[in-house]
């Protein structure tokens, strides 16, 4: 599981509210990563981060912000949440010196 | 940035047979290419992987084949069982610097008993 927790597992919200997901690592890999998954999409990256403090864009970054105030925990949130990011969301880490991305268990989100 | 596609979105096969799912990629840097296998209500798991100085990679009943010219590789299981059964996923990485994969859009197998 590469020490990979994911927190909540399952959310319900209600459109404009914020939320914030939490992916927390106990291996001290470098890259951490946020996707969501849909059907027919795959999986999309959402914001990465490269280290504490150091985050960029992935391919479907509006609507949300991330943040790595310490290497274990990537924060990601939904400022206002919409209807259109009810997914399931998946963090996923790197260790930078091999390529391979292990994923954690998934957080559910519903916005009604 | 990188593209990557996938064929067939949805798969069935009887159990025995070989299940063949293909993909292509857009960017020539792209230099690694993981597969991940997904169960319903799972994480995806990688299951094999390989690298763009290698043309192809078994590991049991499964392998890969890259064919770097074309841009395209290909997962391959062989005498697939019910447990194979699963949703899988290819993924490119490109010369980025944050370790990036674009992932396909995913292909739904069914092994029929």
């Known amino acids: 599981d590469a020490g990979i927790t994911q927190s909540p597992r399952h959310k319900v919200t209600e459109t404009g509210t914020p939320v914030t997901l939490r992916c927390h690592q106990t291996e001290n890999h470098r890259y951490m990563y946020w996707y969501r998954q849909d059907p027919g999409h795959g999986l999309r990256l959402i914001h990465y981060?490269?280290?504490?403090?150091?985050?960029d864009k992935g391919e479907v970054s509006d609507g949300y912000s991330v943040s790595r105030s310490k290497t274990e925990d990537f924060l990601l949130t939904l400022e206002s949440a919409t209807s259109s990011q009810t997914s399931v969301y998946f963090c996923?880490?790197?260790?930078?010196?091999?390529?391979?991305?292990?994923f954690g268990p998934g957080t559910r989100l519903l916005v009604l | 940035g990188e593209n990557v596609e996938q064929h067939p979105s949805t798969l069935s096969v009887q159990e025995g047979d070989s299940a063949v799912i293909k993909c292509t990629y857009s960017?020539?840097?792209?230099?690694?290419f993981p597969w991940y296998k997904q169960e319903l209500g799972k994480r995806p798991q990688l299951i094999i992987d390989i690298r763009s100085n290698v043309g192809e990679k078994k590991d049991q009943r499964i392998a890969v084949t890259l064919n770097k010219t074309a841009k395209h590789f290909s997962l391959h299981i062989t005498e697939t069982q019910p447990e194979d059964s699963a949703v899988y996923f290819c993924?490119?990485?490109?010369?980025?610097?944050?370790?990036?994969?674009?992932f396909g859009g995913g292909t739904r197998l069914m092994v029929k008993p």
């Open positions: 981060s490269y280290g504490v403090k150091d985050t």
């Open positions: 960017d020539s840097a792209s230099n690694y």
């Open positions: 993924a490119a990485k490109s010369g980025n610097a944050g370790n990036m994969l674009t």
């Open positions: 996923a880490v790197n260790s930078g010196t091999q390529e391979t991305q292990y």
